[in-house]
């Protein structure tokens, strides 16, 4: 066997893995509501025949795929529900509709939910990038810039202070025009800024090194001190993507560095789901996806499309008119019954070319159709597109508007969640609360409008100095709420106390008058509680001591603070 063959069945076995893991996580729904319908007493004999059945299957798949644990324990479950399910039967001898199922078997299967630890879509995609605690004190996301420095010089001081946002700086130079030679990579940077008169050298060099296919160009960010409509196009003609006045407001151009790095980081993922009876197409169709870099997931079965929408959380939903037995266009009102999917695109991909027809379609409930055939590279573009849409419709509903942090109540969500996966998992966490100090006299000093530049200055950098992995929300004000999976106390101290350290060298100016801010921190042990609510209230607790002993620093959450 050639190494090409190697390498197809391994993908292959990766594919079938990755199959299991999707139809583990809608087993799992389906395992938990099947536990709260135990707790109900609503169960028959015909949920209990098929609950049998589902353990049944995971028993002998699990080990297979890699979850041996999960499947010793579902074979286990299986025979206790088989002895179950006879003894029930004996007893009711048919005279009641629901079964006095015993409690403890809905124990047992949460119990099996906690071993798959799939309960939270994004759980083990969260726990694979978490780094150990030494890479913790680090910047985080490595967010890397390249800063093109001319003669005119309005560049000059900006790789220092960006640098301590948090930022990895890069400078190259620019002379009469022509970028001189660097070992500099522009497609692995997250923005290039340079000053307007160097904006044309600048266009030539991205174009000397295109990034990778279907990979967003990357995004130049213009300084400059012409404010005329003809410099203005001219810098928009060749290819920037913000433009600022000279001298450079600094939090502002972090934040729309901030607002760059994320459309960028984005750009090419996306979460789709495909419904269609034809398996091969199905497939082909998401192996074209993936090799974009999107996630795509095939349904054949329209009978598991609920439980399978629930299990996977798509961004987009592709959907053919015909399935068989079932209507698209009925399957799409009865997805719209539900309010979690009321947001959720629906594209019909069909050959139905109709215009007639598709608008009948698209009353039951869709957004848009495409029509097959299809090539796949239009495929991977109209899904790229429909993805980022959504997920800017995401980002209003689950982001803070001034911050674009966490909201309060997906923060708190996340310091539940992730009690709960360390608890399974048997490793330490950590959750910071951090106030900045002294802010009603910013506000009342400086303004309400240089308090924002405050509270989004602090977030920026948060953002920049914390890992993917980890949680970041505005918790209400001026007050920001933090969760550090994987961490250790005594790194969480150090890396708050580094934060802080940058975030106090930051200065803010207002009408030519500069002022410092620092802020408070308390932080407390996730694992030392049984409860998110009870874990942020140590936060507090300790944020309130470090108050009390002066501000401007971070403590750790004791018994007796």
Not at 240 to 260: G, H, K, N, Q, Y
Not at 266 to 289: F, N, P, Q, S, W
Request: aromatic content about 6%; glycine content about 6%.
């Amino acid at each position: 066997m050639d190494n090409q063959q190697q390498d197809y069945i391994s993908d292959r076995l990766n594919v079938l893995r990755l199959r299991f893991i999707e139809r583990l996580r809608g087993e799992l729904a389906y395992l938990s509501d099947f536990a709260d319908q135990v707790r109900k007493g609503h169960v028959d004999e015909l949920a209990l025949n098929d609950c049998r059945q589902r353990l049944h299957k995971l028993a002998g798949s699990g080990g297979t795929f890699g979850f041996p644990s999960l499947g010793e324990f579902a074979r286990d479950l299986e025979k206790r529900l088989k002895r179950e399910q006879k003894a029930l039967a004996a007893e009711s001898d048919g005279q009641f509709d629901f079964l006095p199922v015993d409690e403890n078997i809905a124990d047992q299967l949460e119990l099996l939910i906690g071993i798959a630890d799939l309960d939270n879509p994004l759980s083990t995609e969260r726990e694979r990038s978490v780094q150990p605690d030494e890479e913790l004190v680090s910047h985080g996301m490595l967010v890397r810039l390249i800063v093109v420095l001319d003669a005119t010089d309005q560049l000059k001081a900006l790789p220092d202070e960006l640098q301590k946002y948090g930022f990895s700086v890069e400078t190259i130079e620019s002379r009469e025009g022509v970028l001189l030679a660097s070992s500099a990579d522009p497609c692995n940077a997250a923005a290039v800024l340079c000053s307007d008169a160097s904006i044309e050298g600048v266009a030539r060099w991205l174009e000397a090194h295109p990034r990778g296919a279907y990979q967003p160009p990357v995004p130049v960010v213009c300084i400059g001190q012409a404010e005329n409509f003809d410099r203005r196009y001219h810098v928009a003609q060749h290819g920037a993507r913000a433009f600022m006045s000279a001298p450079v407001d600094l939090p502002e151009l972090v934040e729309r560095l901030e607002t760059l790095v994320q459309e960028l980081a984005a750009g090419t993922k996306g979460r789709v789901m495909i419904v269609d009876d034809d398996r091969e197409l199905a497939e082909h169709y998401c192996l074209v996806l993936k090799s974009a870099g999107i996630e795509a997931h095939a349904v054949s079965d329209p009978l598991t499309l609920l439980s399978e929408l629930y299990a996977f959380e798509p961004e987009l939903l592709l959907m053919d008119i015909e399935l068989g037995a079932h209507s698209g266009v009925i399957l799409a009102r009865m997805i719209r019954f539900h309010a979690r999917w009321l947001s959720l695109p629906i594209v019909y991909l069909s050959s139905e070319d109709d215009p007639e027809r598709q608008l009948r379609a698209l009353s039951g409930g869709a957004d848009e159709f495409l029509v097959k055939p299809i090539s796949e590279d239009y495929l991977i573009r109209a899904v790229q597109m429909r993805c980022h849409r959504a997920r800017q419709l995401s980002e209003l509903m689950n982001r803070d508007s001034l911050t674009r942090l966490l909201k309060h109540s997906v923060i708190k969500q996340e310091v539940e969640r992730e009690r709960q996966r360390c608890t399974r998992g048997d490793y330490s966490s950590v959750a910071v609360l951090l106030d900045i100090d002294h802010f009603k006299q910013v506000n009342d000093t400086w303004g309400h409008a240089q308090g924002d530049v405050v509270i989004r200055t602090l977030a920026n950098l948060l953002r920049n100095r914390l890992r993917e992995s980890d949680a970041i929300g505005r918790y209400g004000g001026e007050e920001f709420l933090v969760v550090l999976p994987h961490c250790e106390p005594s790194a969480a101290l150090r890396l708050m106390s580094g934060i802080l350290e940058s975030f106090s060298e930051l200065e803010f100016s207002s009408e030519e008058e500069v002022f410092h801010v620092t802020f408070s921190a308390g932080v407390a042990k996730i694992n030392d509680f049984s409860a998110g609510d009870q874990i942020i209230e140590a936060a507090d607790k300790a944020l309130y001591e470090r108050k009390r002993n002066g501000r401007n620093g971070v403590t750790l959450y004791t018994d007796n603070a």
